[in-house]
């Protein structure tokens, strides 16, 4: 091949461009991160216990103002008893704070969170009673409501709320506690009826957080009921008879059946999300490794994110393993939820130790979520010198 002389091109290159010199391209415009909402469990029944004293919400305000929270996830049922006025939900710490001071607290704490600009969820345990075994929905459907496991024995039945012997000797549960099953036909009717009456009593919230939507989990696991290893739930008379009503299939284990035990959960999610008002948000806290979400779980949260079931999710990257914290944040706002991915975090896990703190939520930061939402303001509010710490970090 014959060498063109270097003039020689550049000419021929001047005469196809006709002789214009291209421009420069333009400088990039650098675009300021979005920063991220932020937001705070408030436990009922932690040590600061908000709801039970109007006198404690100004610092629980005031708190928030300094973090720049935007949003308060404000615990108002678990263990089957509410912190509102309800027929179907044990609603003695209610009544006892009406006896105490004359109205619910509920409303001034929004009233007051709005007048800083700030939204309140109201954070609801769905499927787990705590230790609750007289919980008003277990007394209305009967025993059937409690989870059954892989062997026949309700979780009702458990010793001390753990695995029997001898089981006991090598798996654990998760979550020790009493749950229910959301298959058995008038759990998902009772847990409406408590919605509808939340939303009577507050219809001034900004939003509806699920929590423990999903079945109890066994250590090991296995994924799924194709394979033997773990200690799985949802085997109670019941729901296997609406198993065979629903397919026309006999109970066996397998894809099938372990689908029938999710759209379960999934259900509950539609129906408790079409009983709220539609300005309300509608979220939920969920396991933040989404394949053992939905193998084991029973809770496929990238599907409720999907299909619009909820507006955001916000799985709960709890871990002193920092790497495994990065891997986990990346994955989750890289992934099928995006934007609608909220990032929870642990930081009662170190509240002796700033830096780790600090570097936790740099981490969370650096994928430019949506939002973070920190475990818990109670945690905090213990030693205030941390509530300074994540006010640093989140600057």
Not at 7 to 13: A, D, K, R, S, V
Not at 117 to 143: C, K, S
Not at 251 to 275: H, I, M, N, S
Request: hydrophobic fraction near 45%; include cysteine.
């Amino acid at each position: 091949m014959r060498r063109i002389e270097p003039l020689i091109l550049l000419g021929l290159i001047l005469a196809c461009g006709g002789g214009e010199v291209p421009p420069e391209p333009p400088a990039p415009v650098e675009v300021e991160p979005v920063k991220p909402r932020i937001g705070f469990w408030v436990l009922a029944e932690g040590s600061y216990r908000v709801l039970e004293d109007p006198n404690r919400i100004p610092r629980l305000i005031q708190d928030a103002n300094a973090q720049q929270a935007t949003d308060l996830f404000v615990q108002i049922y678990r263990g089957g008893r509410a912190w509102f006025a309800s027929e179907y939900a044990d609603d003695a710490p209610h009544q006892k704070i009406i006896a105490r001071w004359g109205e619910s607290t509920l409303p001034q704490l929004i009233a007051a969170a709005h007048a800083e600009g700030i939204r309140v969820h109201a954070w609801f345990n769905v499927l787990n009673v705590a230790v609750n075994r007289d919980a008003p929905i277990i007394r209305a459907i009967g025993p059937q409501a409690v989870h059954v496991d892989r062997e026949g024995r309700s979780l009702l039945d458990y010793p001390k709320n753990d695995v029997p012997f001898p089981d006991r000797l090598r798996i654990r549960l998760g979550t020790p506690g009493i749950w229910l099953d959301p298959a058995v036909p008038g759990v998902i009717e009772y847990l409406e009826a408590i919605v509808d009456e939340l939303v009577k009593a507050a219809p001034e919230l900004d939003g509806f957080h699920l929590d423990f939507i999903r079945h109890p989990i066994s250590l090991p696991f296995a994924p799924g009921t194709r394979f033997k290893g773990g200690l799985e739930f949802g085997f109670g008379v019941d729901s296997k008879r609406r198993y065979k009503e629903t397919t026309g299939q006999n109970y066996a284990p397998g894809e099938d059946w372990d689908r029938f035990r999710r759209e379960a959960v999934d259900e509950t999610v539609r129906r408790l999300g079409a009983r709220i008002p539609e300005p309300w948000l509608y979220s939920a806290a969920v396991l933040p490794w989404a394949d053992r979400a939905y193998l084991v779980a029973m809770q496929d949260w990238r599907g409720w994110l999907r299909e619009d079931s909820i507006d955001f999710a916000v799985p709960m990257v709890y871990s002193r393993d920092d790497k495994l914290v990065s891997y986990l944040v990346e994955d989750l706002v890289a992934g099928v939820g995006g934007d609608r991915v909220w990032l929870g975090l642990g930081t009662w896990l170190f509240k002796n130790d700033a830096a780790k703190m600090k570097h936790q939520l740099a981490l969370a930061r650096a994928q430019e979520p949506a939002g973070i939402v920190l475990f818990s303001y109670d945690s905090l509010a213990e030693k205030p010198e941390t509530l300074q710490w994540t006010q640093e970090a989140l600057q």
